[in-house]
């Protein structure tokens, strides 16, 4: 019982050094921000260009995929959270009719797998 208790201190002694060691960690992207579209859509492809090896059409083929992609959730995602903010200023207000109304449409912005 009295050598478990030295180890449990020097185990503790290690572990808190080990950790009290790490640096902070290095910022995402570029500056920690979010990444513009065409910056992630180069990401993306550069990523799969390397795993799946390639060819410069298949290349082209996924950024025209992505681009198009990107292009058709941009209006979504501004209608989205324009609701959500919207639904957010009318809970403070307790306007049920307003809060149903913005319910419903978040509930048909929403892609299906979002809503389990």
Same mark, same amino acid.
């Given at each position: ?20 060691a790490q640096? %902070?960690? %290095? %910022?995402?992207? =570029?500056g920690g921000g979010?990444?513009?579209?065409a ?8 990523f799969?260009k ?5 060819? =410069?059409?298949?290349?082209s083929?996924?950024?025209t995929?992505?681009t198009?992609?990107?292009a058709?959730?941009?209006p ?7 609701a959500? =903010? ?8 307790n306007?049920t009719?307003t809060?149903d109304?913005?319910?419903a ?6 892609? =299906?797998?979002?809503?389990?």
């Amino acid at each position: 019982m009295q050598l478990k208790l030295p180890r449990m201190v020097l185990l503790s002694a290690l572990t808190i050094g080990a950790v009290m060691a790490q640096g %902070p960690r %290095p %910022p995402h992207g =570029d500056g920690g921000g979010i990444l513009d579209t065409a910056t992630s859509i180069e990401r993306r492809i550069a990523f799969l260009k390397a795993l799946l090896t390639l060819t =410069d059409a298949q290349v082209s083929q996924a950024t025209t995929i992505y681009t198009n992609a990107a292009a058709t959730i941009a209006p979504l995602r501004t209608s989205l959270t324009t609701a959500r =903010d919207s639904l957010a200023a009318a809970v403070k207000t307790n306007s049920t009719t307003t809060i149903d109304q913005l319910a419903a449409q978040i509930g048909t912005l929403t892609p =299906d797998h979002c809503r389990r």
